[in-house]
T-cell receptor
Framework: KQEVTQIPAALSVPEGENLVLNCSFT??????LQWFRQDPGKGLTSLLL???SQREQTSGRLNASLDKSSGRSTLYIAASQPGDSATYLC?????????WGAGTKLIIKP | GAGVSQSPSNKVTEKGKDVELRCDPI?????LYWYRQSLGQGLEFLIY????????KSGLPSDRFSAERTGGSVSTLTIQRTQQEDSAVYLC???????????FGPGTRLTVL
């Protein structure tokens, strides 16, 4: 069974801290890995997509890495802000079907 | 440009009724996906359309669920004889092609009483 695990399930940190969210998956035969954020009652916003041939992607204060051999991806958020508070989901693309982690609920305290 | 749109945003129905959920993908995107997000279940894949190819229906939970995509654009997800366990947020996504970045609509929150 293909599984995606996200640790921690919840995280609360003071504003300004750098933080790392973890995502692990059991099958290294992936096409790509995508990170999303979801705000309460809202849809999903794509943050970063890492192709299987890539090691990392960066967008502003966000950096996502991918290590297929160990089945891990990390999302690094620099200089966190209260507006970063949301649930962060990773999903591996198994050909076209996204297999989802349960998410990390992030709270940034002002 | 316009993103993925879905309608209705909310739907409340009685058990046993049929419902139709609509998705308008981003113009030019050949791939369209339906997912479901339930409390306690997380996100799960339902169905995938790619161009004019036969859809992958492997994620549909029962034969009460069906979907079509007309003209390679708009898609409709139909749930017949709704049950309370069908209550969830139904999310549609589209991508330029298979295995490309998926962009999601705001979802339809379905409540079956």
């Amino acid at each position: 069974k293909q599984e995606v695990t996200q640790i921690p399930a919840a995280l609360s940190v003071p504003e300004g801290e750098n933080l790392v969210l973890n995502c692990s998956f059991t099958d290294s035969a992936i096409y790509n890995l995508q990170w999303f954020r979801q705000d309460p009652g809202k849809g999903l916003t794509s943050l970063l997509l890492i192709q299987s041939s890539q090691r990392e992607q960066t967008s502003g204060r966000l950096n996502a890495s991918l290590d297929k051999s160990s089945g891990r991806s990390t999302l690094y958020i620099a200089a966190s802000q209260p507006g970063d508070s949301a649930t962060y989901l990773c999903a591996r693309d198994s050909n076209y079907q996204l297999i989802w982690g349960a998410g990390t609920k992030l709270i940034i305290k002002p | 440009g316009a993103g993925v749109s879905q309608s209705p945003s909310n739907k409340v129905t009685e058990k046993g009724k049929d419902v139709e959920l609509r998705c308008d993908p981003i113009s030019g995107h050949t791939a369209l996906y339906w997912y479901r997000q339930s409390l306690g279940q997380g996100l799960e894949f339902l169905i995938y359309f790619q161009g004019n190819s036969a859809p992958d229906k492997s994620g549909l939970p029962s034969d009460r669920f069906s979907a079509e995509r007309t003209g390679g654009s708009v898609s409709t997800l139909t749930i017949q004889r709704t049950q309370q366990e069908d209550s969830a947020v139904y999310l549609c996504a589209s991508s330029l092609a298979r295995a490309n970045e998926q962009f999601f609509g705001p979802g339809t929150r379905l409540t079956v009483l």
